[in-house]
């Protein structure tokens, strides 16, 4: 029997759309008032989701505090409170749409969680903007 095990988490975390190759008006053009030079911040709320076989031993899908680890370490002590575009490796050239932030997140849980699990990550970026994504 498959199931999806969830934890939420937040972290908070400054960013500015826009490519390095294109003028600020171009940027301000595709990414309107997220591509402040000044940089903006968001109030994230993500939710990661493993999906597997339940442990007849056990009875869990997963330990709910290993995750609970994975996701402070991994991602709340990496992107809280930080400016993604200076501070966090990935998007030094990798613009931090919400998009490729739930693609962050999912490869860096990715190399922690055992491979007969399957990630989901749900990212949101505003109450009502968010993305979903499955390593797909």
């Excluded at 402040?36 to 999906?51: A, C, D, R």
């Excluded at 009875?59 to 709340?76: A, F, H, M, Q």
């Amino acid at each position: 029997m498959r199931i999806k095990a969830c934890r939420k988490a937040h972290f908070n975390a400054a960013h500015r759309l826009y490519r390095k190759d294109w003028s600020d008006e171009k940027n301000l053009e595709v990414f309107g008032k997220c591509s402040n030079p000044k940089y903006h911040g968001h109030n994230y709320e993500l939710i990661v989701s493993v999906l597997g076989e339940i442990d007849q031993e056990t009875g869990y899908l997963i330990d709910l505090k290993v995750l609970k680890g994975y996701i402070k370490t991994e991602i709340e002590d990496y992107m809280d409170h930080k400016n993604l575009n200076e501070e966090v490796k990935e998007f030094i050239d990798l613009n931090p749409t919400v998009e490729n932030i739930a693609v962050v997140i999912w490869n860096r849980l990715r190399t922690k969680i055992d491979a007969k699990y399957d990630i989901e990550i749900t990212l949101y970026e505003t109450p009502r903007n968010f993305v979903i994504y499955k390593g797909e």
